[in-house]
Nanobody
Framework: QVHLVESGGGSVQAGGSLRLSCAAS????????MGWFRQAPGKAREALAG???????TYAHSVKDRFSISQDNARNILFLQMNNLTPEDSGMYYC???????????????????????WGQGILVNVSS
């Protein structure tokens, strides 16, 4: 069983930046895609950014100009650089991986998130105004 562990969350003031990391216990290039998701209290889980095995990247419109996803295949780590954060960006952030979906499908597709192959445990981001 592959494990994903997020780190880098915490509290930051509006306008600040955070860099999230997702460390995988196995090679990440075996997945069709990996991505970042966010869930705010009382809201549905939201897909934010995905990258697939061909390095094609897809962003949700809400974060396209502020967030940047990248991966380090040598160290099996997925990153999410988040800039110009607002209180609306607060929530639990999760990384996930799937063996079949492209990054576009991962971020823009209509599917049950529970069907993704692997999820991290999540990490909290709190942005204060």
């Amino acid at each position: 069983q592959v494990h994903l562990v997020e780190s880098g969350g915490g509290s930051v003031q509006a306008g600040g930046s955070l860099r999230l990391s997702c460390a995988a216990s196995a090679a990440i290039n075996m997945y069709s895609s990996m991505g970042w998701f966010r869930q705010a209290p009382g809201k549905a889980r939201e897909a934010l950014a995905g990258i697939d095995s061909d390095s094609i990247i897809t962003y949700a419109h809400s974060v396209k100009d502020r967030f940047s996803i990248s991966q380090d295949n040598a160290r099996n780590i997925l990153f999410l650089q988040m800039n110009n954060l607002t209180p609306e960006d607060s929530g639990m952030y999760y990384c996930a991986a799937d063996f079949s979906l492209s990054s576009r499908a991962l971020i823009q597709g209509d599917y049950d998130p529970k069907t993704l192959d692997v999820w991290g445990q999540g990490i909290l981001v709190n942005v204060s105004s």
